[in-house]
């Protein structure tokens, strides 16, 4: 019995000076069950990556690193810097900035002139009363009603008629040869699209269509920065672009049209194709935080990024449109049905 108490206790001093002098053994986890990647990945919790430390290349996976040791530094940035910005990215950074909007749409990478805020807010509301009571019925009626080739005949109507207004701001923005372009546009599709219901100078010419605008125009001669302000009926401005709208007023041909039934209903009709276009955001403008600061944003970066184009047509260092936002692409074609 003493012999078997004295090997007990010697294999148990064996054991315990092993335990001492190896190193420390890790602690095995049961075998958890096989779980697919997309569930997994919806059950784990949110963590901050930016906050964990990244182990160099040539380290170990389970090597201990110091938060904002050189090595950390070094894998970060390689981490970030290898990635190629896709063409998206670049476009957002474009417009907005190079950090990305909050997702309450406050702000951008742009400063936004708005220190008429509160009358703005109250015209705004004054003009979403008028658009869902009147404007955007009449519009999804149209769309219901009147087929899609023959909308589309009227977008080009309206688009025709307003190229004499383009050509007259391509000139004073002194681009001759975009001017003398839509000039062309103009005649070809008056006389062989049937007064511009047809666009035989896009289709068949290749001939570019370009907008411009006095606002555009009174960018392009150094009138950079102006403020926001919204009209009533009228919709998103700034001071400089509702000056403009005055010029532009002036020239449209619609205003020497002298007999005042047709000039109100060829309005009309203008307002409720433009308005039809718009059917599909909606849904987008509804669903908003604030669909005051959305429409705001949005229309200013929109008018920086033409006026940014117009200055780019004259070689100053701006970078290019991208193509699906130049304004040298036919007019969109209208919807077939509204979206919800």
């Known amino acids: 019995m003493n012999r078997l108490l004295t090997s007990t206790a010697l294999v148990a001093a064996l054991a ?3 335990c001492a002098s190896a190193p ?3 602690e095995v986890a049961p075998a958890a069950p096989v779980v697919p990647v997309a569930a997994a990945l919806d059950a784990a919790p949110a963590v901050a990556t930016d906050t964990l430390p ?3 290349a040539e380290a170990p996976v389970d090597a201990p690193m110091a938060e904002g040791s050189p090595a950390a530094a070094t894998a970060d940035t390689s981490a970030t810097s290898d990635a190629p ?6 476009d957002f950074a474009a417009i907005y900035g190079d950090t990305a909007a909050p997702a309450d749409g406050q702000g951008s990478g742009a400063t936004v002139l ?3 805020e509160p009358m703005n807010r109250r015209v705004h509301a004054f003009n979403n009363a008028i658009d869902r009571a009147v404007i955007r019925p009449v519009a999804r009626a149209y769309v219901n009603v009147v087929p899609q080739p023959l909308r589309a005949g009227v977008t080009n109507f309206f688009d025709n008629l307003g190229s004499p207004l383009a050509f007259a701001n391509l000139l004073l923005q002194g681009r001759p040869g975009e001017a003398v372009e839509m000039l062309g546009r103009f005649l070809v599709n008056t006389t062989f699209g049937i007064g511009g219901l047809f666009d035989p100078a896009g289709k068949q010419l290749k001939m570019h269509r370009h907008s411009a605008d006095f606002g555009r125009t009174l960018a392009r001669w150094g009138w950079q920065q102006s403020r926001y302000v919204e009209l009533p009926f009228l919709g998103p401005h700034t001071l400089r672009d509702a000056l403009g709208e005055v010029g532009d007023i002036s020239m449209s041909p619609l205003s020497y049209v002298e007999e005042d039934r047709t000039r109100i209903s060829l309005q009309a009709l203008r307002l409720t194709d433009l308005r039809a276009g718009l059917l599909s955001i909606d849904a987008l403008r509804e669903a908003a935080p604030d669909e005051y600061v959305l429409t705001r944003d949005a229309w200013l970066a929109r008018r920086r990024y033409l006026v940014e ?3 780019s047509h004259r070689n100053e260092g701006v970078d290019a449109l991208p193509e699906y936002m130049m304004e040298d692409e036919p007019a969109a074609t ?3 049905q509204p979206k919800p």
Do not use: F, L
Not at 85 to 90: G, I, K, N, S, W
């Open 16 to 18: 315990t000076a092993g």
């Open 24 to 26: 420390a053994a890790r």
């Open 54 to 56: 990244v182990p160099p």
């Open 85 to 90: 910005a896709t063409p998206a990215e670049d």
């Open 114 to 116: 708005d220190p008429w």
């Open 309 to 311: 184009g117009d200055r």
């Open 334 to 336: 209208p919807p077939a």
